[in-house]
Nanobody, 115 residues
Framework: QVQLVESGGGLVQAGGSLRLSCAAS????????MGWYRQVPGKQREWLAT???????NYADSVKGRFTISRDSAKNTVNLQMNSLKPEDTAVYYC?????????WGQGTQVTVSS
């Protein structure tokens, strides 16, 4: 059973930064890709960023230039560096990993940005 555990959420003032981490229970190279999503109550989960096995990255327009996804293969983690945070970035942030046949989610970590 694959486990993904997010950490690093918290409360930050607008303009501040946070770094989220997602620790996988197995080698991240066994996934086709890993990514970050977020969700606020009453809204659909929003895709933010993806990193693939070959290291390619993609970002949603809403976070491009502010958020950076990266990986640490030695620690089997994928990180999301979030800069210039805005109150509208407040959400529960989820890590996602996928293979050809499965999708795995973490339990989420709360990020709150105060104005």
């Amino acid at each position: 059973q694959v486990q993904l555990v997010e950490s690093g959420g918290g409360l930050v003032q607008a303009g501040g930064s946070l770094r989220l981490s997602c620790a996988a229970s197995r080698s991240i190279f066994r996934f086709n890709g890993m990514g970050w999503y977020r969700q606020v109550p009453g809204k659909q989960r929003e895709w933010l960023a993806t990193i693939t096995t070959d290291g390619s990255t993609n970002y949603a327009d809403s976070v491009k230039g502010r958020f950076t996804i990266s990986r640490d293969s030695a620690k089997n983690t994928v990180n999301l560096q979030m800069n210039s945070l805005k109150p509208e970035d407040t959400a529960v942030y989820y890590c996602r990993a996928h293979t050809n046949v499965n999708i795995h989610w973490g339990q989420g970590t709360q990020v709150t940005v105060s104005s």
